[in-house]
């Protein structure tokens, strides 16, 4: 039987993390032994089915005595996540260890010194490049056996760090999971006072610089007045820049723009709740939310990163090739003007990146992979 350790760094609802748990959800366990390391102790840790083993780190552990033994372990000059997989390894005794994104950084000298096959999946680009430190990243282009890319483009920057077996597994959307309860959508658009009129345009993704927190500004300033509100869901960072863009709403653009945080159980429902998407992000290394706004029969407006200009076309969005935020407002007003698109023709645009197609693929690359 194909023993697997994968390891991540939260569990939670990331889209990356997202598409590990579809994976370990629709892998055999006759066919596959699987062990699941998580830095933290993610969301996602407790909805896994019975037969996926699972640790975290001592650093995040509930017992107190492997918080202690970390320390220990640093006083030494030991990695405590390198020394805790090592010994996972001699236990489990994995044929394939799968590092899901490249911010686990005490993976690659374990795996080294344990001398098995790691492969690691890139979810980033080079916005996240700058967040790790220099010898991590040079860690995971020399040690890693074989590198994943979630996109072209994310592909195409592994290429250029100098790795030589770069593979494509494309991010995917469970689309059967996608089911918007419309009775809750209707109580949501009473409870922020969203009006029969109103255009309601969505941005889904943390709330921070790189996903266009100050684009937001001028795009309020010029529909201020008008029946068009935003709504952004997402984690919020508590950063300056967000105490900023909330003064200036609070200020000059009250009940037009709306934070209700990040969203689980009502996640689709905003999203339904929505007549279009806004991506002000500068940089996507997939964009996950586009598919799913596409697959909700929603016109999506923005700058074009990602794979947005493989699934936006002039019938069901409207991409900016330059940073230009009247561009963007530009495209908004075309969708304003006519909101309604095909939605058949539009799920088949995204058809290509649900898991009904891509976890066959993704089961058959990691077959290969365990060659």
């Given at each position: 039987?194909?023993?697997i ?21 629709h ?22 089915p ?9 650093r ?9 033994f970390?320390?220990?372990?640093k ?25 899901n ?16 096959k ?25 040690i ?12 195409d920057?592994v290429?250029?760090?100098g ?18 309860d419309l ?25 921070s ?5 100050d ?48 969203q ?5 429902n ?31 407006v ?5 794979i947005?200009?493989q ?25 304003h003007?006519?909101?309604v ?14 898991s ?8 058959r ?5 365990l060659?």
């Amino acid at each position: 039987m194909k023993k697997i350790l994968f390891i991540t760094p939260i569990f939670g609802r990331t889209g990356s993390e997202m598409i590990l748990w579809y994976l370990l959800n629709h892998l055999d366990p006759k066919e596959y032994r699987i062990y699941l390391f998580s830095e933290q102790m993610g969301e996602l840790l407790n909805k896994l089915p019975p037969h996926v083993k699972t640790a975290v780190s001592y650093r995040n552990s509930k017992v107190w005595y492997l918080k202690l033994f970390r320390g220990i372990l640093k006083m030494f000059g030991i990695h405590p996540v390198g020394y805790q997989l090592s010994r996972l390894q001699k236990k489990f005794k994995a044929d394939l260890w799968y590092v899901n994104t490249i911010t686990v950084p005490g993976s690659y000298g374990a795996a080294k010194k344990s001398n098995v096959k790691i492969v690691t999946h890139f979810h980033e680009l080079l916005q996240a490049y700058n967040l790790i430190r220099y010898n991590n990243l040079k860690d995971v282009i020399s040690i890693s056996d074989v590198c994943i890319g979630c996109s072209e483009e994310v592909c195409d920057r592994v290429l250029d760090l100098g790795h030589r077996d770069v593979r494509l597994q494309y991010s995917f959307i469970d689309a059967a999971g996608i089911k918007p309860d419309l009775n809750r959508v209707g109580e949501l658009r009473r409870d922020l006072g969203i009006n029969p009129g109103d255009f309601v345009w969505i941005i889904s993704g943390t709330i921070s610089y790189m996903k266009g927190l100050d684009q937001i500004i001028p795009v309020l300033e010029h529909f201020k007045g008008q029946s068009v509100k935003i709504i952004w869901i997402g984690g919020k960072l508590d950063t300056g820049l967000q105490y900023y863009a909330e003064q200036i709403v609070a200020e000059k653009y009250k009940n037009q723009l709306f934070f209700p945080g990040g969203q689980s159980a009502d996640y689709y429902n905003y999203m339904e709740l929505a007549d279009g998407m806004l991506i002000l992000s500068r940089e996507e290394s997939f964009s996950l939310v586009a598919v799913e706004a596409v697959y909700l029969g929603k016109p999506v407006v923005g700058f074009n990163t990602g794979i947005l200009g493989q699934i936006i076309n002039e019938e069901n969005g409207a991409l900016s090739n330059t940073m230009d935020i009247n561009a963007v407002i530009s495209g908004m007003h075309i969708f304003h003007e006519r909101p309604v698109i095909d939605l058949e023709k539009s799920r088949q645009n995204v058809l290509k990146y649900t898991s009904e197609f891509q976890l066959p693929h993704f089961e058959r690359l990691l077959n290969e992979l365990l060659m």
